[in-house]
Nanobody, 129 residues
Framework: VQLQASGGGLVQTGDSLKLTCAVS????????LGWFRRTPGKERDFVAA????????YYGDSVKDRFRISRENAKNSVYLQITNLKPDDTAVYYC???????????????????????WGQGTQVTVSS
């Protein structure tokens, strides 16, 4: 599959933003799609993930209250709604698919980049103070 992230930009503290991940190709019901973010000099950090069939959602510890992930099966798209943006949210946001043939349960451990097989190119979010 190919993933295309969009919707980033320059925003102010307190603004909201909705990122879109458009997926080309087949998304299987067992797949989980996720969002990660990376700031310069750091590894990609898990933000949120959603299972395509069951709509089960997972969130990173630092974003749980302000970030919401959703999917739209008919459009093969996953969204990340971010509210009350803070300067610390400044990062490149990537969407990814684990392309797993069986549904993985990420309840017991945080997803890592290694869990995800396909990645989009990333969209920059910059939050000014």
């Amino acid at each position: 599959v190919q993933l295309q992230a969009s919707g980033g930009g320059l925003v102010q503290t307190g603004d909201s933003l909705k990122l879109t991940c458009a997926v080309s190709g087949t998304i299987y019901s067992s797949n989980t799609l996720g969002w990660f973010r990376r700031t310069p000099g750091k590894e990609r950090d898990f933000v949120a993930a959603i299972n395509w069939r069951d709509n089960i959602k997972y969130y990173g510890d630092s974003v749980k209250d302000r970030f919401r992930i959703s999917r739209e099966n008919a459009k093969n798209s996953v969204y990340l709604q971010i509210t009350n943006l803070k300067p610390d949210d400044t990062a490149v946001y990537y969407c990814a698919s684990d392309e797993s043939p069986t549904r993985r349960n990420y309840s017991y451990r945080k997803p890592t980049p290694a869990d995800f097989r396909s990645w989009g190119q990333g969209t920059q979010v910059t939050v000014s103070s």
